[in-house]
């Protein structure tokens, strides 16, 4: 008794196959539930699942995976990223080469000798806020512009001078026994007062040790 068998709608069928045949080729999946058989007895084309003989052998097979085909409108960024890292790291090398470059283009310094720079009692009085620390009775006395402030004034003194003079420069001066944190209290208030550079006033006796 033969069986014939084919591919859902399709014009080609495969024939000589017992039951047995059929049956071992569903298991091995070589047939899907809905191909189609012709058995000896059938009038017309069954689909498997649907006949006496098989149905139940094709209602026991495990559903076959979906299929997956490839999206042709994705877009691999690989080789995107790695274009993007290698430009990265180019960009990196050559900001880098850039910047010492300018280090080392800068003019260097010549003609006279390093020293001490001298600031004429014109430019103090026309550019800088002269700030005096001074020892008394054991204590740090400021003069802020010859005017006694106390240290918790400093920062509030100082912010009232550049606002009105516009200075942003102060003239440190301060005795040889001044504690260094008196210094520090002064440096820290022309920073708050928004001055940028403050400039240490060096005695005469000290320059010719």
């Not at 591919?7 to 070589?30: F, I, K, N, W, Y």
């Not at 009038?43 to 098989?54: F, G, K, M, S, Y």
């Not at 020892?135 to 400093?154: A, N, Q």
């Not at 040889?176 to 240490?200: E, F, I, T």
Request: glycine share 6%; charged share 25%; proline share 6%.
């Amino acid at each position: 008794m033969s069986w014939k068998i084919r591919h859902q709608g399709s014009p080609r069928s495969v024939e000589g196959l017992s039951l047995t045949e059929v049956m071992a080729g569903l298991q091995d999946g070589l047939w899907e539930p809905t191909d189609e058989v012709h058995g000896p007895d059938d009038v017309d084309w069954v689909a498997i699942e649907n006949h006496p003989l098989l149905a139940e052998a094709a209602a026991e097979l495990e559903p076959p995976p979906p299929r997956t085909y490839d999206d042709e409108t994705r877009l691999d960024m690989t080789a995107l990223i790695d274009v993007c890292l290698v430009l990265l790291i180019f960009f990196i090398l050559t900001t880098s080469y850039a910047a010492l470059q300018k280090r080392l283009n800068l003019p260097s310094v010549t003609g006279g000798e390093a020293g001490v720079a001298v600031i004429k009692d014109t430019d103090v009085k026309e550019q800088m806020i002269h700030v005096v620390v001074k020892m008394e009775d054991g204590k740090p006395v400021y003069l802020v512009e010859k005017k006694t402030v106390p240290e918790e004034r400093l920062r509030a003194e100082l912010t009232g001078f550049v606002k009105q003079t516009s200075k942003t420069r102060l003239l440190l001066e301060h005795d040889v026994d001044v504690p260094h944190g008196a210094v520090v209290a002064v440096q820290d208030a022309a920073n708050g007062a928004g001055m940028y550079r403050v400039l240490l006033l060096v005695p005469d006796s000290e320059l010719k040790k």
